[in-house]
């Protein structure tokens, strides 16, 4: 099962990316999803997930307030919108989903914030 990351890319501290993750309809349906990330050189640390219903979500202290996770059940997609990014941010996002036991990954989309 392939979970697809897009959306990464360049910005300068301020600025905003939004993070996709598509997952196929079978992989989507009646699964949590997460957000997590790969600074470099450092463990992988959790950033947010939501709930299959997407009326829960759940955030890293280090992201509060400035990244938002949601869903969009007709897109099989989740979303990571992040604002007022930071030189900390700077990282390799990865995406899963979660149903029952079984966690699927999907490749890490790369996010630089420059300073």
């Known amino acids: 099962v392939q979970l697809q990351a897009s959306g990464g890319g360049s910005v300068e501290a301020g600025g905003s990316l939004r993070l996709s993750c598509k997952a196929p309809?079978?992989?989507?349906?009646?699964?949590?999803m997460g957000w997590f990330r790969q600074p470099p050189g450092k463990e992988r640390e959790f950033v947010a997930t939501?709930?299959?219903?997407?009326?829960?979500?759940r955030y890293a202290d280090s992201v509060k307030g400035r990244f938002t996770m949601s869903r969009d059940h007709a897109k099989d997609t989740a979303y990571l919108q992040m604002n007022n990014l930071k030189p900390e941010d700077t990282a390799v996002y990865l995406c899963?989903?979660?149903?029952?036991?079984?966690?699927?990954w999907g490749r890490g989309t790369q996010v630089t914030v420059s300073s």
């Open positions: 899963n989903a979660v149903k029952g036991t079984v966690v699927y």
């Open positions: 309809a079978r992989t989507f349906a009646r699964t949590s």
């Open positions: 939501i709930t299959w219903a997407g009326e829960m979500a």
